[in-house]
Every structure is written in structure tokens, then in C-alpha cells.
């Protein structure tokens, strides 16, 4: 919109560089172009303006399918008015000399226009397509469509008006017809969801399985491995009581031997000393029978006053006395014969 102000019974216009600004003076042309400022006479001036600038449509509309199935589009088309001489010539983009604002709604018919248009061209596309195929290549198809048929619309060009892009946003059908067809894919999903569960589940009890089969093929090893080593073990202590038998049987075998050699030993030591004994025994008393009776009284008196103990004094009575000097006078002419 324009900015225009008041002074002195004159106004003062200033416009936007996207805006462009036709001012008529007495039916002629005085100012064409857009970004303008200028003076100008309420009385005797006839303006336009006409927006150059991209502008975006959007819109949304209902359709029927090839199925008789309502959906709904919702598209956005860009648009710039290249020519504002036609434009203007064909729309009513005047303003207000005192306001700037547009006397009529120039860009109102534009926009009834394009909708107009690309619902047409959308209808035409959707008429003749099924709802499944509308809602998976449906938004391809209708932007080429409406592309196409903006393009060669005559209209837009004698107006001045030129398409600059279309973009299909969405193609909706209605909210039951949408859970409807939503329904066999969230079926697919939850059956695949339960499938991935159960194969889960299969996996886990497999697993188990092994695990168990695992753990008993253990426990049947370490059996057999108990086995053989109770086995082994009575083996050693066979082993080791037959080793011990034999050692206790070489061990009872030496000290008989050494037994009996210790009692040969000593026999033939008893032999040979009781030999020696007798021998001397012998000489002993072959010794004596050769000696005279006094010599034997001499060494039995000996022997005895060997065995006797020590006397460090005798006293001997007169008596005693007489009678002993009377045997041993008695005894020395015997021991002279």
C-alpha cells in the first residue's frame, strides 16, 4: 500500500519498490514505474497500483476420485504480475488519492482465478484415478497437471499474471476412508510385530535349549570325569597298597635274614664262648687236679677273702687262738710228708 501524505491541499505519494505505480493526469500517463515519489492533485489524478512482487496462493479444495471417494488438496501456487499495464488495464488495482488504499479487490480475483483454474485442472486429473492410486502417485501427477493447465490458460497472460511455481502439498481423503486404509498396514505391522515376537520367543527357548543341553552335556562330563578319577584313584590305592605289601614283604624278608643272622651269629658266638669256657674250665681244673691240697686251700682261701668284705681289724680270743696254731701244727707234717 502506498504511503501518501497531506500538505498545503497537494498529496504526497511514496511507494515500495515492489509496487508499481501508475499515476494518469487528465487521462494521460505522468508516472510509470515502480518505487516512485511523487506530488500529485487528488482532483486530477488517477492511480494504480500493482504489486510486481512473488506472491503465494494457498488453497484447498475438494475432489472426487475414479472410485467416487472425496479427498481433499491442499496446494500453494506462486505467482507475479510481469506485464502491470495489462494487469491494471484488466484488474482494478486503483487506490485511494487520500488513502492508498485499493478501491476494488484486484488481488481477490486473481486469487478466485488461479483457484479456480487449478481446481479445475485437479478435478480433471483425480476424475480419472482410484484413491490408492491417488494418495501414492496422486501429488505428482496433480502438480504436472496444474503446471501445465496455469500455463496454458489464456487468461493469466492477457492479465499479465505469470505462474511462477505450483507445489502440491497433500492429498487427504476423509478421516474414515484414512483409518480404513490405514487399518491393513497397521495389520501388517502388529502381525509382523507379533512374528518378530515370536521368532524372539522361538530364539529365547532355542537358546534355552542349548543352554540346557550344554549344562547337562557338562554335568555328563564331569560324571564321566568323576568316574575316571574314582577309578583312578582306586587304582593308585591298589597300587600303592600292593607297593607297601611289597615293601613290607622285602622289609619282613630283611629282618628275617637279619634275624637269622643275628641268631647264627650269636650261636656261634655262644658255641665258640661256651667252647672257651669249657677249654678253660678244662684247664682250670686239670690245673687244680695236678696241685697239692695246700695250694687249693691257699687259693679257695683266696677266693674267699676276695669275696669277703673288708676287715680293717681282727680280734681273736686266747682260746681261738691255741686251737688254730694247734691245727696248723697238726697240718704242716702232713703237708711235709
Known sequence: MADITRRFGRRHLRSA?????????????????????????????????????????????????????????????????????????????????????????????????????????????????????????????VRERVATGLAAEPRLPATGIDVVAVRVVAIRPEAEVERALRTPAREQIQQDADRAVYERRAVAVERERAIAENELASKIELARREEQLVDRRGINARREAEEKAAADTVRTEAEAGRTVRLARAEAEAARDIGAARAEAQAAWLRVHSEADAGTLHALAATRVAENLPRIDSLTLSPDVLTGLLARLGRAEPGAGA
Open 17 to 141: 519498490p515492489t509496487a508499481h505505480i501508475r499515476h494518469h493526469k487528465r487521462g494521460r500517463l505522468a508516472h510509470d514505474g515502480p518505487g516512485l515519489s511523487f506530488w500529485f492533485r487528488p482532483l486530477s489524478a488517477a492511480i494504480s497500483e500493482v504489486p510486481v512482487n512473488d506472491r503465494e496462493l494457498a488453497t484447498a479444495f475438494h475432489a472426487r476420485t475414479a472410485d467416487f471417494q472425496d479427498v481433499t488438496v491442499q496446494a500453494t501456487v506462486t505467482y507475479r504480475i510481469s506485464d502491470p499495464a495489462e494487469a491494471a488495464a484488466r484488474l482494478d488495482f486503483s487506490v485511494d488519492p487520500d488513502t492508498g488504499v485499493w478501491r476494488g479487490a484486484p488481488l481477490e480475483q486473481i486469487a478466485t482465478l488461479l483457484t479456480e483454474t487449478a481446481q479445475q485442472h485437479t478435478l480433471d486429473a483425480l476424475a480419472r484415478t482410484p484413491l490408492a492410486v491417488a494418495l501414492v502417485d496422486g501429488v505428482a501427477t
